[in-house]
């Protein structure tokens, strides 16, 4: 393969896989890693990627970057309603659980909208979550504040204090990234302090994320990964990070 052909489809991989490692992309290319990173190293030059530790994310994906609800709901929707037919098998049958705002969050909430009883108590402050639901047999509990028009999800001092108050038995996580040494993350200071409250909330924490959501860091750490019980993506991860979560005693599903 001609460098240039081999530069094109390392463009191509980062744009579509949302992040690439040096170990992989020397791999499949069957070069060695130094050639990698001198790949690696070019297309950033041009602006086509950004280098991260170990390898590469698109050149938008940075710290604050964050996509609207909109933009993220067209993005690796099969991946995301498979996570969410796992997690549903997560959620109890009675009790209390708390919904995350988030197109993966949203495709558990559907799910449960068909199949749910009314022993079930769900807290969102999430919006779209929270349209899904009404009309269901569920009880539904809102959690308001000052809408994020990004995300569609509550923010602001009153929406942390509603959740300090509550102590639900599950509650189902979105991220922006997930990382073995800086944990989960989010780019907005705000979205990651009802974050935060939610974890520090619940009997047992679990993340939904796809796996172009590991190893990526955003700008605000929300948890450590010492902080859920469970990570449910839809792709094995590499060898680091599946021992870093054997470490923090993370129950890893792959849906």
Not at 35 to 52: F, I, M, P, Q, S
Not at 113 to 129: K, M
Not at 159 to 187: M, Q
């Amino acid at each position: 393969m001609f460098a240039e052909e081999r530069y094109n489809r390392i463009a191509a991989l980062v744009m579509s896989e949302g992040r690439v490692t040096v170990a992989q992309l020397a791999s499949r290319f069957n070069i060695t890693k130094e050639t990698v990173r001198r790949d690696l190293a070019l297309l950033e030059k041009d602006g086509l990627l950004r280098r991260v530790h170990g390898g590469a994310v698109p050149a938008a994906s940075a710290s604050t970057t964050e996509l609207s609800l909109t933009s993220r709901e067209g993005r690796n929707q099969a991946e995301k309603a498979r996570i969410a037919k796992a997690a549903l098998t997560m959620v109890p049958t009675e009790g209390s659980i708390v919904l995350d705002g988030g197109t993966t969050t949203s495709s558990l909430a559907a799910l449960l909208a068909q199949e749910a009883g009314n022993q079930l108590l769900v807290i969102t402050h999430s919006v779209p979550v929270a349209s899904t639901l009404i009309g269901s047999s569920l009880q539904l509990e809102f959690i308001g504040g000052r809408v994020r028009g990004l995300t569609s999800a509550c923010v602001g001092s009153g929406t942390v204090a509603r959740y300090s108050g509550f102590r639900p038995d599950v509650v189902f996580i979105g991220t922006n990234g997930v990382h073995p040494e800086f944990g989960l993350s989010t780019p907005d200071p705000e979205e990651a302090s009802v974050k935060a409250a939610i974890v520090r909330s619940a009997r047992r924490v679990v993340v939904l994320a796809d796996a172009s959501k590991l190893n990526t860091e955003t700008l605000v750490s929300f948890a450590e990964l010492g902080d859920i019980d469970a990570l449910v993506t839809d792709a094995q991860p590499d060898t680091g990070f599946t021992r870093a979560l054997a470490e923090a005693d993370v129950e890893l599903v792959i849906a």
